[in-house]
């Protein structure tokens, strides 16, 4: 991603749960309204129309847009269970173009802390404020090129955020652009302001799917590298957890997409996502890394 240009493949992201809505009922379980705002005002208007259903049914299209809805609506039931519990700060690093502070009421209580590049946030301000929305969220602008991660924390505390309180920190979509350091550097930064109760939704590519691509894999490495944001970091599944463990998280789940496509969706449905190396992974900080700011 270029410093002056915001990211696109957040904006492919934001477009396909948007694109959700013309999925059949028993598919949408992750609707974004907003969503195809951040591609273009006029695709959202087409989307208005009754005859705009077809499009979600064009091979290759259909599979990115019911996955899209599995992933957002798995990190979602995880969000909600933390809240459930009593949990009141959602950090979202690397936000891109997530709506969750607008389109999930249960987080009315809690605090929405989003982290990105200055040019991507600044479009997703500028798209929401065209459309006379205005998100809750408070917006941390962060340019991980230039910052070190380890300032992070204070950041957000100048934002507002507690971190001798619980939080929920979503990584969505990210570690598979990321270098190995990049991941190390970033896991301890969350660490930082994860208190005692803390939990982590991080999506990631198996190693496998980086080491022995499929065609589909293959032709989206080309277009994502095209974008300047090509693929370059997975873990295998066994590594995982003693990874988290070396930087303050116990694994809790890691759950393949494959598998949940089963259990939310009809077969039929769920037969559009068949990877098992497109993972999300659920965490909890161990206490042993609580850091106090008195």
Do not use: N
């Given at each position: ?32 309204r907003y969503g195809t705002l951040f591609a273009s005002p006029t695709l959202a208007k087409l989307l208005e129309r009754p005859g705009a259903r077809p499009l979600a049914q064009i091979p290759g299209l259909k599979s990115w847009i019911v996955y899209m809805q599995v992933r957002t609506r798995v990190i979602d039931d995880a969000v909600r269970a933390f809240v459930a519990d009593g949990g009141d700060q959602l950090v979202v690093l690397g936000a891109g173009y997530d709506t969750r502070a607008l389109r999930m009421p249960e987080l009315a209580g809690t605090a ?183």
């Amino acid at each position: 991603m270029r410093d002056d240009t915001p990211s696109r493949t957040a904006l492919w992201v934001a477009a396909a749960r948007g694109l959700g809505m013309l999925l059949p009922p028993e598919a949408r379980i992750a609707e974004d309204r907003y969503g195809t705002l951040f591609a273009s005002p006029t695709l959202a208007k087409l989307l208005e129309r009754p005859g705009a259903r077809p499009l979600a049914q064009i091979p290759g299209l259909k599979s990115w847009i019911v996955y899209m809805q599995v992933r957002t609506r798995v990190i979602d039931d995880a969000v909600r269970a933390f809240v459930a519990d009593g949990g009141d700060q959602l950090v979202v690093l690397g936000a891109g173009y997530d709506t969750r502070a607008l389109r999930m009421p249960e987080l009315a209580g809690t605090a929405v802390f989003e982290i990105d590049h200055p040019a991507t946030q600044a479009h997703k301000r500028t798209v929401l404020g065209r459309a006379g929305v205005d998100s809750p969220a408070h917006y941390v602008t962060w340019d991980f090129e230039s910052r070190p991660l380890d300032e992070l924390a204070e950041e957000l505390v100048a934002a507002g955020h507690d971190p001798t309180r619980p939080t929920f920190t979503i990584w969505e979509g990210v570690t598979m652009y990321l270098t190995e350091g990049a991941i190390d550097a970033s896991l301890r930064a969350i660490a930082d302001w994860s208190a005692p109760g803390s939990r982590l939704a991080m999506t990631y590519f198996a190693k496998s799917r980086m080491e022995r691509p499929s065609l589909v894999t293959r032709a989206a490495q080309v277009v994502v590298s095209r974008l300047g944001e090509p693929f370059k970091f997975g873990w295998q599944p066994e590594e995982l957890p003693g990874y988290l463990a070396d930087r303050g998280f116990t694994l809790a789940q890691d759950i393949a997409m494959r598998d949940a496509a089963s259990e939310l969706l009809p077969a039929s449905l769920a037969a559009s996502v068949q990877s098992a190396d497109r993972r999300i992974a659920l965490a909890i900080a161990q206490e042993s890394i609580a850091v106090a700011h008195c």
